[in-house]
Nanobody
Framework: QVQLVESGGGLVQAGGSLRLSCAGS????????MAWYRQAPGKPRELVAA???????NYADSVKGRFTIDRDNAKNTVYLQMNSLKPEDTAVYYC????????????????WGQGTQVTVSS
């Protein structure tokens, strides 16, 4: 199995910054795309940013120029640097990854973390 554990959420004032981390653990064989999603109360979960193993990235229009996603493949970890935060960025942020395990090296499954709360006050 694969576990994803997020950290780094919290309360910040508008204009501030936070850096989220998500570490993968367990019987990981390979991880391809890693991503951050978020879900605000009463709204559907949405993609914030994604990064392939090779480093190709894509971002939601609402965060372009403010958020940066990167990863450390050796540590199975993905990061989300969030700058110029706005109250509308308030949400639970979830880590997501496509991975295979040592027990099933050719079977790609999708995994979610438990989420970390980000609250931006105005």
């Amino acid at each position: 199995q694969v576990q994803l554990v997020e950290s780094g959420g919290g309360l910040v004032q508008a204009g501030g910054s936070l850096r989220l981390s998500c570490a993968g653990s367990g019987s990981i064989f390979s991880i391809n795309t890693m991503a951050w999603y978020r879900q605000a109360p009463g709204k559907p979960r949405e993609l914030v940013a994604a990064i392939t193993r090779g480093g190709r990235t894509n971002y939601a229009d609402s965060v372009k120029g403010r958020f940066t996603i990167d990863r450390d493949n050796a540590k199975n970890t993905v990061y989300l640097q969030m700058n110029s935060l706005k109250p509308e960025d308030t949400a639970v942020y979830y880590c997501n990854a496509d991975a295979t395990t040592r027990q099933a090296m050719t079977v790609w499954l999708n995994y979610w973390g438990q989420g970390t709360q980000v609250t931006v006050s105005s």
